[in-house]
């Protein structure tokens, strides 16, 4: 679902800005995509260009048949407008309204640097045999077991079943066993933890069918309906 080492973050902006209440759950990606236009060199855009841009700066894998309906959406409310048939700008109205990311970014990254510091010395402390791991892109493994995990992640967030499974080996492993010792013992960047694992889930439905997809999506507990529902 996400690039590598900034998806994270991506999760988190997604979930902070999430609103239950917008008409339609696509409306929580239009920031994304304002954004994406905002900050590309020139003022006209080419419209194939989005997602990537989007995938770069927040990790967030929006799928290519979706940009088209939010560019449909941010048009429609006056925020941008086509040129020719494949490029896009901002209209005035949506430089004035243009979400304030920046500040979010700057805030989730300094989160994600420190989370990735206490997976690193988590692991040279607990699992020594597994010290390679540190080498590598840890953000990029927290990010995806919330991909593969996020709903056993949350369920323990409500003091429901660990995480972690004894059954499995190598990083996921370790991970899961991460995020069990942050639930018991450091409930400030376990909550970062729940956050990012919610956005997860909120990502994840791009991949569905969003018809409908509004009524049906709660951030409420208890879960019950995997990745079809949201955190």
Known sequence: MATPGSALVGYAILRANYNS???????????????????????????????????????VDIPALVVPRLLRRTTREGLTEPVGTDAVRLTPKGEQGLPDLTSALVQYRRKQAELVHEFSSFIEAEFPEHDELTTGDLAANLAEFFDRQAVPVLSQSLGKDSAADATKSGIQYVVAAFVAH????????????????????LASVLDLD????????????????GCAGAP
């Open 21 to 59: 209440q917008a008409p339609n759950y696509l409306d929580n990606f239009v920031p994304f995509v304002l954004s994406a236009i905002s900050s590309a060199p020139n003022a006209i855009v080419e419209r194939h260009t989005i997602a990537s841009s989007i995938r770069d700066v927040f990790g």
């Open 210 to 225: 969003t018809s409908g997809m509004h009524d049906s999506l709660s951030l409420d507990p208890p879960m019950s309906r």
């Open 182 to 201: 942050l639930a018991a013992r450091d409930q400030v960047r376990f909550a970062y933890v729940v956050e990012a694992a919610k956005g997860a889930m």
